[in-house]
């Protein structure tokens, strides 16, 4: 769970993570615009994604589709 960091622009420092266990629950982060750093991982977990009141919010097809930031 990743939330109310209002200083977080990007999720870079977790580019190496290759998966995870449990929903992804990223929201209220009023800064942050690129979620590349988690590609790897958001397409290889089976769990559903909880993504929203960021100043970007990708969905499963967004990161599919490589629109991973604004």
Not at 23 to 30: C, D, G, P, S
Not at 36 to 65: E, H, R, S, W
Request: proline content about 3%.
């Amino acid at each position: 769970m990743i939330t109310f960091c209002r200083n977080l622009t990007n999720l870079n420092d977790l580019s190496n993570l290759q998966s995870f266990g449990g929903v992804l629950t990223i929201w209220a982060n009023e800064t942050l615009t690129d979620f590349c750093g988690l590609t790897t991982a958001v397409l290889n977990m089976n769990k559903p994604l909880d993504i929203t009141n960021n100043l970007y919010n990708p969905t499963l097809q967004d990161f599919i589709n490589g629109d991973c930031s604004l």
